[in-house]
């Protein structure tokens, strides 16, 4: 029979044993994988939903945030140390212009100032087949993620063309069809541009008709409305009725008023916006941030003179009669708007000429024509019209209604820009350094709003509003899109004179668990998704 210290000793061999046999060793526990593909480090987090910031790592697991708090350098694959910088949700930009992503991939003005989501088809123009468009991204990868709208415009257009009449039920039919086949594909809603041809010539019931179909489907109704201008208060109403008739939310893009005479009455729209708010209506807007817009020269000539296209419009200024009609209409349209002439149209990209580009209406009359009046600018706006018309740039609007519209928790920070072939033109800056422009400009330096709201702007209200349900937020399970900033350094180089330069400041851009940016090089890396309904 063994003694006590006998078969103690004997006991604890065994416990020893059994212990080594079930706990690594120290060779297996350096050979283990490790739990992360990527741990960020030391970041002030700022989570996307208007939280005050917070100190935290963030681990990123097979494109998802896999842990929000303390982790360990060791357990990442990749280490980033976010010390002094910013981390945030990437950036969803919920109006651009951005068809043509297959072009350039890259994105590169996009990804430079944070932007990992787009959404595409704004303003009524879209692709009508949604499904073909975003499978694109399985042969063409995009560095970004990838949303549409389907366009009234587009689909109006379609059907029976540029005509300006309203269809008739068998083309009404067809484009309900339209647009059923595109919210079934995952067309994210219903958007309009009532200003453009042929959008402009369509009443409020057709829209209507239309904007029922996207609510069946949980989609929303974004709109470039009738009118930024004089009308804006009427344009609004519209918007809201079709909202309400049709029972799904409203988004305005690009909230602005537009015309000289109304500057400082975006207190009053505003208030259109709060109203139909407190009423029930689920409505937001979406901004860029500057005083001055971007579209078609088309835009300010008569709609009746557009109808059936460039060629028809060309032989009515043929005609001396109307184009005497023209001439008076624009005349009466700028005065009433509040401007005194065209200064304040800028050439963007005039192919017919490109020595025009960055100079305005008035320059360019004054060069070629050696005359400075309205009616001779009038005049070099339809020579450049028939000669295939061009992109402008208006500074039309006031710091004033900026900065109110800004402040506002319903409004988004948008660029409405296209991807960028860096030197080409002259464009609006938005599209190189709209989200660093608040950031740098009206955050940091104005302090107009505070940077967890500026951020939220920019990330969970977008992805709220258009329903991509695993973005824009800093929690565990999201889709990891992320952004790593210098909030001190960030800024937007880019001006209206120069506006070929990248937004500066942003270190890290991550689109699902892939750096795009890193280390503020561009990696060639397309990690971005179709993002459906």
Known sequence: ???????????????????????????QQQSAPPAFDLVITNARVVDGAGNPWFRAD???????????????PAEGRRVIDARNRIVAPGFIDVHAHTEDIYGQPEAENFVRMGVTSLVTGNCGGSVVEVGKFLDRIKETPLAVNLATLIGHNSVRREVFGSANRAPTPEELEKMRALVEQAMRDGAVGLSTGLIYVPGVYAKTDEVLELARVAARHGGLYATHMRSEGLNVAEAIRESIEIGEKAGLPVEISHFK?????????????????????????SITVDQYAYTASSTSLDSRLPEWLLEGGREEGKKRLDDPAQRTRVVS?????????????YSHAMVASYRAKPEYNG?????ITKLGRGKSDVGSQIEQILEMYSAGG???????????????????PFTMIASDAGVRRFG?????????GNNARVLGLYVRDLRLVTLEDAVRKMTSLPAQTFSLRDRGLVREGMAADLVIFDEAK?????????????????DYVIVNGAAVIDDGKLTGERPGVALRR
């Open 359 to 363: 100079k305005s209406i008035a320059e």
């Open 58 to 72: 963030v681990a990123v697991k097979d494109g998802r945030i896999a842990r929000v708090g303390r982790v360990a």
């Open 490 to 506: 960030v800024s937007d180089p880019s001006t209206f004179d120069k506006p070929h330069q990248y937004a500066v400041g942003f």
């Open 424 to 432: 080409e033109g002259v464009p609006h800056p938005r599209g190189y």
């Open 1 to 27: 029979m063994q003694s006590r210290p006998a078969r103690a000793a004997l006991i604890a061999v065994l416990v020893l044993s059994l212990w080594q046999g079930a706990s690594p060793s120290r060779a």
């Open 329 to 341: 209409e624009m005349k009466a349209g700028l005065k009433r708007s509040g401007f005194k002439d």
């Open 390 to 408: 061009a992109q402008m740039v208006y500074h039309s609007m006031s710091e004033e209604d900026v900065r109110r519209i800004m402040r506002e």
């Open 257 to 281: 008023v537009s015309a000289k005479k109304l500057w400082g009455t975006s207190s009053t729209t505003l208030g259109l916006v709060r109203d139909a708010r407190a009423r029930g209506l």
